[in-house]
């Protein structure tokens, strides 16, 4: 027989505000700041055992033997502020500028910060004069954004410590190192770069989206495999990066609506 249970509890607390002061005609901007703590606990408990009176007893305790147990707590917690603005002039040009920084404490001491900035720029260019002769058949927008993000997604809650374990030897309790500890961790980061268009022809029936990104993330967390001679065989590190890079255009039209519900439609997508 075995049983098991885990045990989890998350607290999450998050605030902001949002700004959108009036600044003139054709004038748009919003700002938000805010932020935010994530307490997260749990705890595992498991039981195996083997050998029963009979069948009437079915609960590891009751075993002749117990053949395995564990019990782990774990904790980690989060830390973030962020803000954000956005501004718009005249409906034709469009800025959205961020920045976060979050804490999380998976990482050392002198890794434990983030910071991850965010720009993007649109221009409604059939807007502009003297593109009114493409304007009549429909409209057109490019933009261009570039951002950072960051990833702490780890399923190990120290692996910046080194640390102990049980290490029983014959039925007298003991300690050894049971783990490999790494205060350089740090936050795994992704770079993007993302240039494109938005074309709306038709009265907005068919819309074409094209995409140009360039993506690349740095320092990847990885269980990485090391000599046995340490007495290990693996601890979390930062190695490598990879890079991704591709064009993407997406088709779409809609060529039979209704407002009826049970009348026949048509649309079509290309991806």
């Known amino acids: ?47 195996h055992g083997e050998g ?9 305790g009751n075993a002749g033997k117990i053949t395995d147990y564990r019990g782990r707590p774990t904790a980690h917690n989060l830390v973030s502020a962020f803000s954000r603005g956005n501004l718009a002039l005249r409906d034709r040009y469009f800025l959205t500028a961020s920045i976060r920084a979050d804490g999380s404490s998976r990482f050392g001491e002198n890794n434990r910060y983030g910071i991850f900035p965010a720009v993007s720029v649109g221009w409604m260019l059939t807007d502009e004069p003297f593109m009114q002769p493409v304007a009549r058949m429909g409209e057109l927008k490019i933009r261009v954004s570039y951002g950072v993000t960051g990833n702490q997604g780890i399923n190990d809650n120290f692996a910046t ?27 795994e980061t992704t770079r993007e770069l993302d240039v ?51 064009y993407e255009l997406a088709l779409s039209s809609a060529w039979l609506t209704s407002r009826d519900s049970r009348a026949p439609t048509w649309a079509t997508e290309v991806n």
């Open 1 to 47: 027989a075995q049983q098991g249970n885990n045990t989890v509890q998350r607290f999450l607390v998050e605030t902001f505000a949002t700004y959108d002061p009036a600044i003139g005609e054709g004038v748009e901007l919003s700002v938000t700041a805010g932020g935010g703590i994530q307490w997260n606990r749990s705890e595992l408990q498991f039981m």
């Open 196 to 246: 494109g268009f938005d074309l709306g022809i038709l009265g907005g029936r068919v819309s074409l989206i094209g995409d140009y990104y360039r993506k690349k993330t740095d320092d990847l967390l990885v269980f990485r495999p090391i000599t046995g001679t340490s007495g290990f065989t693996n601890f979390w590190s930062n190695v490598g990066n990879i890079e991704n890079t591709g």
């Open 161 to 187: 410590l080194p640390r102990f374990g049980k290490a029983n030897y014959a039925d007298e309790p003991g300690l050894a190192p049971s783990a490999i500890g790494n205060p350089s961790l740090k936050w």
């Open 52 to 60: 029963f009176a009979n069948e009437q007893f079915r609960y590891p």
